[in-house]
């Protein structure tokens, strides 16, 4: 570490222990110490910033800002300031840019990966359960990837799977080894004890992503019978050792009213969730049912009620398909993440199980300048239209050309699917949710 690192890493452990002693009156004064640090790298956002976590004392942000301050260990808090808006968002995304100019590929943010394939539960609709049941990646796979994902500026992973702590004892062994990364997982909870929750305690990288389908007749009628009851038992163990987590939830044609009650938003402050990530159903693999799909109503639906939540609720909202335009429209292949599956196959999202790499085969680099990848980069954003950002869902005819294009094969080797069957599976949503995007666009961006 530079000397220059280690001061800002000992300013930022100042800054924590500044605003811990009187958060509301000494906000002000982070943010000050944030224009200093951060330089031009947040100017676009911190007037409204500023504005909204500081002057305005009624703000949901400000509220956030406070829950965070005060529900989080002082040792955790350090830490995801440190890993992640420095490492991962500042140091990371130079050596990204360089990394982008001299390799004319995509580098990403934050790389998706699978430890195991295995999981304890089997959720209706979703493709892990036939995915295969016995594909690891090794611990030597896994910190191979990280450590050139870093050599890349990516100090940003994410656990998906299976479920990801049916690995714990190793995750936890990443965590140490890469103590400047921060790591999330997501995971249905169920294993999340006090063991691991003092593991967690310890290490201070890693953050949980907790899946619900709502309460618990929604979640347990997707995730099985007492499910609900145990990732619900797991959020107060959380709390309880002022540990940083979140949710994850899929909303669906059967569940989207459940999932953005305000009762529901209400129940995940109280249990103590920082942010919620929403994501929308894909009708991924031989088990898709495509009844879940919402309709163009439902999912305007949703479009509102997440930004209008986001004005008032004291958690950050995030939704995975409507908040394109946020982030320039598809943000896989890549552009801000990859994801590799337990085979060691790279592919280009973690909705989509098409690849022409495997990561024992390849570098991280090689795969990100693949065709398959390259075929993301040329042809990002997908649609002008960023309320239609995904080359498979809204767009099917991207990636029936670029799968066939680059000869990328199926990766589920349970029940491998071709690309013209997982189209057409999707082309009559695409057509069906156009005419709604382009209104909802037209009003958000008007001539």
Not at 202 to 230: C, H, M, Q, W
Request: glycine share 8%; hydrophobic share 35%.
């Amino acid at each position: 570490m530079s000397i220059a690192d280690k001061a800002k890493e000992l300013g930022i452990s100042a800054a924590v222990r500044f605003l811990e002693k009187d958060p509301e009156k000494n906000l002000g004064k982070l943010m000050d110490w944030v224009d200093r640090f951060a330089g031009n790298t947040f100017s676009s956002q911190r007037y409204y910033f500023r504005r909204a976590m500081v002057e305005d004392k009624d703000s949901n942000w400000r509220d956030l800002t406070l829950r965070v301050v005060r529900g989080i260990d002082r040792g955790c808090l350090t830490t995801l300031f440190k890993n992640f808006f420095m490492n991962a968002s500042l140091v990371g995304g130079k050596r990204q840019e360089a990394a982008r100019a001299e390799y004319g590929c995509n580098v990403p943010w934050a790389i998706l990966l699978d430890p195991t394939s295995a999981c304890n539960l089997h959720c209706t609709g979703c493709w892990a359960a036939e995915y295969g049941h016995k594909m690891n990646l090794t611990f030597e796979e896994i910190d191979s990837i990280i450590e050139q994902g870093k050599e890349l500026g990516v100090f940003f992973y994410i656990y998906t799977g299976g479920e990801p702590l049916v690995r714990k004892k190793d995750l936890i062994r990443l965590c140490e080894k890469h103590s400047e990364c921060i790591f999330l997982s997501f995971t249905n909870g169920t294993l999340i004890d006090e063991d691991f929750a003092n593991d967690m305690l310890r290490v201070k990288n890693f953050i949980p992503a907790i899946s619900l389908e709502g309460f618990e007749e929604a979640t347990d009628a997707r995730r099985g019978e007492g499910v609900y009851k145990r990732a619900t038992d797991a959020m107060r163990l959380l709390k309880e050792k002022r540990l940083p987590f979140g949710i994850s939830a899929c909303y669906t044609s059967q569940n989207m009213e459940s999932i953005t009650s305000e009762e529901f938003y209400d129940s995940l402050i109280e249990a103590g969730a920082f942010f919620i990530w929403y994501f929308h159903y894909m009708p991924v693999g031989k088990d898709a049912v495509k009844e879940l799909l919402p309709t163009p109503q439902q999912r305007e639906y949703i479009y509102h009620k997440i930004r209008e939540y986001r004005t008032r609720k004291a958690i950050f909202g995030m939704d995975f398909q409507n908040d394109g335009e946020f982030v320039g429209g598809c943000i896989a292949g890549g552009r801000r993440y990859l994801h590799i599956n337990a085979n060691g196959d790279m592919e280009p999202c973690v909705f989509i199980h098409y690849s022409d790499s495997n990561i024992r085969e390849k570098t991280l680099l090689e795969g990100l300048r693949s065709p398959l990848f390259m075929a993301y980069h040329d042809g990002q954003p997908f649609n002008n239209n960023h309320l239609r950002p995904c080359p498979m869902l809204e767009n099917p005819e991207k990636l029936r050309a670029m799968v066939k294009d680059t000869k990328a094969a199926s990766t589920d080797l349970e029940a491998p699917e071709e690309v013209d069957t997982l189209c057409d599976r999707c082309s009559g949503y695409a057509e069906n949710w156009k005419g709604k995007a382009q209104e909802l666009w037209d009003e958000s961006h008007p001539a």
